[in-house]
T-cell receptor
């Protein structure tokens, strides 16, 4: 069974710090990777996607992919209290997206 | 904006009832999905559909069935609701390699 693993957290960082969220996946053939943010009681919303090895930056967010190590990460720079949420890593497996259990991030002001 | 709409935000049903959860998307996406989300277990795929009348089992299909008679609508059916099916149900749609767009979720309680 294809798996996506994340540390459940909580990950606690002070406001203005860098938050680092990590994800590993089992299917070596996976090609597409997504990071979703989910606030309590709300649906997941896409933050970033990445397909190629290396870094992809979008504002305060940077996604990093290392296919050889089967590892994808999300860095949040200048973390804000509004970034406090659960972050879900998702990997495309055929037609479906397989999700990790999520990492809860808490940013204290 | 892509819109995925689930018919109910909250539902309370009795054990043994047949329950229908409806999902409609307005972007002509081929692929639609039903997930359930439980604390500590994350999002788990129940069923998905890649075309009208086509369906595939996900990781936890037991106790559920689905129907896709029209491209825009994907229904999840609980044949005989049980208390262990109390959960948040999320519908999603996507096209090709793009991200999945989620509905607002249905919080189902089976009593």
């Amino acid at each position: 069974q294809k798996e996506v693993e994340q540390n459940s957290g909580p990950l606690s960082v002070p406001e203005g710090a860098i938050a680092s969220l990590n994800c590993t996946y089992s299917d070596r053939g996976s090609q597409s990777f997504f990071w979703y943010r989910q606030y309590s009681g709300k649906s997941p919303e896409l933050i970033m996607f990445i397909y190629s090895n290396g870094d992809k930056e979008d504002g305060r967010f940077t996604a990093q992919l290392n296919k050889a190590s089967q590892y994808v990460s999300l860095l949040i720079r200048d973390s804000q209290p509004s970034d406090s949420a659960t972050y879900l890593c998702a990997v495309k497996a055929g037609t479906a997206l397989i999700f990790g259990k999520g990492t809860t991030l808490s940013v204290s002001s | 904006d892509v819109k995925v709409t689930q018919s109910s935000r909250y539902l309370v049903k009795r054990t043994g009832e047949k329950v229908f959860l409806e999902c409609v998307q307005d972007m002509d996406h081929e692929n639609m999905f039903w997930y359930r989300q439980d604390p500590g277990l994350g999002l788990r795929l129940i069923y998905f559909s890649y075309d009208v009348k086509m369906k595939e089992k996900g990781d936890i299909p037991e106790g559920y069935s689905v129907s896709r008679e029209k491209k825009e609508r994907f229904s999840l059916i609980l044949e005989s609701a049980s208390t262990n099916q109390t959960s948040m149900y999320l519908c999603a749609s996507r096209q090709g390699t793009t991200e999945a767009f989620f509905g607002q979720g249905t919080r189902l309680t089976v009593v």
